[in-house]
């Protein structure tokens, strides 16, 4: 199973707005709705941010939010903020009880 | 509060072994699959391996299957992950984390522990 593409990096300026993609295809981010996304700050272990693809889990500020299209997922991460500089992981059940995590995406507050 | 410490990294040669350990406390760890996902330096996140809660399933990655042999211990809040046959490739990071229902999320991680295969 490949990894989920996502873009290597993206950048805004505190206050602004970043949306990172996550593609993959049919038998995976398009066949199921098990699409979650996780952060992970250096040296750190990675922290859920979404599930079901559009799910906060309590405690992670409204300003995440994710959705699909297709076989494409998206997280938006709304009025960016110093913290919020991070590497950024998407994740997908890809039937057959396997799963496949995204390339990765390093976000830059400017 | 969920708390999963990973143990059991280190040095280890091509073709050796090595047991990792995960013990979990905060919850019933006896309700839960629990998973083991590696991240090799500098780079992304992959999958390893998924135990269900009563072990009468695993399921692997196939770039460990035959080599990983994943299990736990209930009554220890234990979980393992038995790797042989180790390969360069193999050096990463592993963190087991609980699945929150399969096949869904990874909705708590541990710290992580290192291993290196190296001759």
């Known amino acids: 199973q490949s990894a989920l593409t996502q873009p290597p990096s993206a950048s805004g300026s505190p206050g602004q707005s970043v949306t990172i993609s996550c593609t993959g295809t049919?038998?995976?981010?398009?066949?199921?709705?098990?699409v979650s996304w996780y952060q992970q700050h250096p040296g750190k272990a990675p922290k859920l941010l979404i599930y079901?693809?559009?799910k906060r889990p309590s405690g992670v500020p409204d300003r995440f939010s994710g959705s699909k299209s297709v076989n494409t997922a998206s997280l938006t991460v709304s009025g960016l903020q110093a913290e919020d500089e991070a590497d950024y992981y998407c994740?997908?059940?890809?039937?057959?009880?396997?799963?496949?995590f995204g390339t990765g995406t390093k976000v830059t507050v400017l | 509060q969920v708390h999963l410490v990973d143990s059991g990294g280190g040095l280890v040669k091509p073709g050796g072994s090595l047991r990792l350990s995960c013990v979990a406390s905060g919850f019933i760890f006896s309700d839960y699959y629990m998973s083991w996902i590696r991240q090799a330096p500098g780079k992304g996140l992959e999958w390893v391996s998924c135990?269900?809660?009563?072990?009468?399933?695993?399921y692997y990655a196939d770039s460990v299957k035959g080599r990983f042999s994943i299990s736990r211990d209930n009554a220890k809040n234990s979980l393992y992950l038995q790797m042989n046959s180790l390969r360069a490739e193999d050096t990463a990071v592993y963190y087991c984390?609980?699945?929150?229902?399969?096949?869904?999320?990874?909705?708590?991680w541990g710290q992580g522990t290192l291993v290196t295969v190296s001759s």
């Open positions: 984390a609980r699945v929150n229902q399969w096949p869904d999320y990874f909705n708590s």
């Open positions: 994740s997908s059940y890809a039937g057959s009880n396997d799963f496949v």
């Open positions: 135990i269900s809660s009563g072990s009468s399933n695993t």
């Open positions: 049919s038998s995976d981010i398009g066949g199921y709705n098990y």
């Open positions: 079901e693809v559009s």
